[in-house]
């Protein structure tokens, strides 16, 4: 069941997705090369909590840790440790605040240091597919609408756009119906009102869009090819004013 959140509701989740687009900002100082993922992790647990949130990912379904650290070939749900971060890294980090009774979920891919220009292409393209299907994100448009701006830019650009992860709705729950693959048909699925908050991550890979789950950890998710990947999400709520951004800074 998709559940519409009410105008005070959304105030609410856009105070919790303050606390998240901050936490990023904070990461984003100190991503750089020598820093273990399992700091930042304790860097971005500490903010949190100090602004009245709870990390939402610390302990959901058994997960360890209080944000999702992801370098280079690693799509998501990477666990935090003693994986220190190199000059020409990139690393995908997913952030999640439970703000008020609901959650907030944004991630972003940040480079340390200079990266390749094909690297440098597909975090492009992969943030311009982010904000394609923002663009969709207002009544009247579908599902399929928003899969599909992803979808059609980033394969018009050689890129792979993975199909066995998808968005998803978010609120008192950090997932939610609906479920929203990152491709698919414009006009088709079901029809967005005003209300509706999706969590829209576009996935995309510079290969193929098959992925390989690591079977030591069960969380860690490459790409099977060993390609770079890249991530990014906003927490997106839909308005008669069009989409309203709530993990914006």
Same mark, same amino acid.
């Given at each position: 069941?998709?559940?519409?959140?009410?105008?005070?509701?959304?105030?609410?989740?856009?105070?919790?997705?303050?606390?998240?687009?901050?936490?990023?900002?904070?990461?984003? %100082?100190?991503?750089?090369?020598?820093?273990?993922?399992?700091?930042?992790?304790?860097?971005?647990?500490?903010?949190?909590?100090?602004?009245?949130?709870?990390?939402?990912?610390?302990?959901?379904?058994?997960?360890?840790?209080?944000?999702?650290?992801?370098?280079?070939?690693?799509?998501?749900? #990477?666990?935090?440790?003693?994986?220190?971060?190199? /000059?020409?890294?990139?690393?995908?980090?997913?952030?999640?605040?439970?703000?008020?009774?609901?959650?907030?979920?944004?991630?972003? @891919?940040?480079?340390?240091?200079?990266?390749?220009? /094909?690297?440098?292409?597909?975090?492009?393209? @992969?943030? %311009?597919?982010?904000?394609?299907?923002?663009?969709?994100?207002?009544?009247?448009?579908?599902?399929?609408?928003?899969?599909?701006?992803?979808?059609?830019?980033?394969?018009?650009? #050689?890129?792979?756009?993975?199909?066995?992860?998808?968005?998803?709705?978010?609120?008192?729950?950090?997932? %939610?119906?609906?479920?929203?693959?990152?491709? #698919?048909?414009?006009?088709?699925?079901?029809?967005?009102? @005003?209300?509706?908050?999706?969590?829209?991550?576009?996935?995309?890979?510079?290969? @193929?869009? %098959?992925?390989?789950?690591?079977?030591?950890? #069960?969380?860690?998710?490459?790409?099977?090819?060993?390609?770079?990947?890249?991530?990014?999400?906003?927490?997106?709520?839909?308005?008669?004013?069009?989409?309203?951004?709530?993990?914006?800074?």
């Amino acid at each position: 069941m998709i559940v519409r959140k009410s105008r005070g509701e959304l105030d609410t989740m856009r105070e919790g997705g303050r606390i998240t687009a901050g936490c990023h900002a904070m990461l984003a %100082e100190n991503v750089r090369a020598g820093v273990t993922t399992a700091e930042l992790d304790a860097l971005a647990d500490e903010y949190i909590r100090e602004r009245g949130g709870t990390p939402e990912f610390k302990g959901y379904q058994g997960f360890p840790a209080s944000i999702c650290a992801s370098p280079n070939s690693m799509i998501v749900h #990477g666990i935090p440790g003693p994986y220190r971060l190199e /000059e020409g890294d990139t690393i995908s980090i997913d952030v999640g605040t439970r703000y008020g009774g609901f959650v907030t979920d944004s991630a972003w @891919t940040y480079r340390v240091g200079e990266v390749s220009q /094909e690297v440098e292409g597909l975090l492009n393209t @992969t943030r %311009e597919c982010l904000a394609a299907a923002t663009e969709q994100m207002a009544p009247g448009k579908r599902l399929g609408d928003v899969g599909h701006a992803i979808q059609s830019l980033a394969e018009s650009r #050689g890129y792979g756009v993975v199909r066995d992860l998808v968005s998803h709705g978010v609120g008192r729950k950090m997932h %939610e119906d609906p479920q929203l693959p990152n491709y #698919g048909d414009p006009g088709t699925g079901p029809r967005l009102l @005003t209300g509706m908050v999706l969590a829209v991550e576009p996935m995309i890979t510079l290969g @193929t869009y %098959e992925i390989h789950i690591d079977q030591k950890d #069960g969380w860690s998710i490459y790409t099977a090819d060993g390609s770079p990947a890249a991530h990014y999400e906003h927490t997106i709520a839909v308005t008669e004013d069009g989409p309203w951004v709530l993990t914006e800074a």
